[in-house]
Every structure is written in structure tokens, then in C-alpha cells.
């Protein structure tokens, strides 16, 4: 299977980090942030998740390293049967 848990994750947060970072630059300056002390936590989380989701998509994309190639074994022939008690 080629599909790797790191592509999708990394769109997720991608995405999501981008829509975060969007409301959170569209609304600098605004009276929601009161509750937060002034902290525009919307802008600052956008941005912690646009960073993890590139890692995770760029690390996803990249080859791995030391993968085996895929290895076809030799059949192995069965063993004699033993007879107990003879």
C-alpha cells in the first residue's frame, strides 16, 4: 500500500491551520480578543498548525528512507514426517 498517514494529516492541518490564520488576520485589532487578554490565539494556533501540516505533508511526500524492496522467498520444502512410538 502506498498511501502514507502523513499526506492526509498534512492536508488536514493545512487546510484547517489556513482558515485558522485567515479569521485570525481578518479580525486583528478586534474586541473578541478581550477574553484572551488581547491574545489573537486564532492567528498564533493558524500558524502552529500551517507549520506542523507542512512538516507532516512534506515529510509525507519525501521517499523513505532504507524501505526493503519487496522480497519473493524461496518455498521452503515441508519436513518428513516423524512417526511416534516406532
Given at each position: ?5 502523513r499526506l492526509?494529516?498534512?492536508?488536514m ?14 479580525t486583528?485589532?478586534s ?6 487578554e488581547?491574545?489573537n ?17 512534506l ?10 524492496p519487496?522480497h ?7 519436513l ?7
Amino acid at each position: 500500500m502506498g498511501l502514507d498517514i502523513r499526506l492526509p494529516l498534512g492536508l488536514m492541518f493545512l487546510i484547517t491551520g489556513g482558515l485558522m490564520t485567515g479569521y485570525g488576520l481578518f479580525t486583528r485589532g478586534s474586541e473578541i480578543y478581550t477574553k484572551s487578554e488581547g491574545i489573537n490565539i486564532n492567528l498564533y494556533w493558524g500558524l502552529v498548525m500551517l507549520v506542523f501540516g507542512l512538516i507532516m505533508y512534506l515529510l509525507g511526500r519525501t521517499p523513505r528512507i532504507g524501505k526493503l524492496p519487496p522480497h519473493n522467498p524461496e518455498p521452503v520444502p515441508p519436513l518428513p514426517r516423524r512417526t511416534v512410538g516406532h
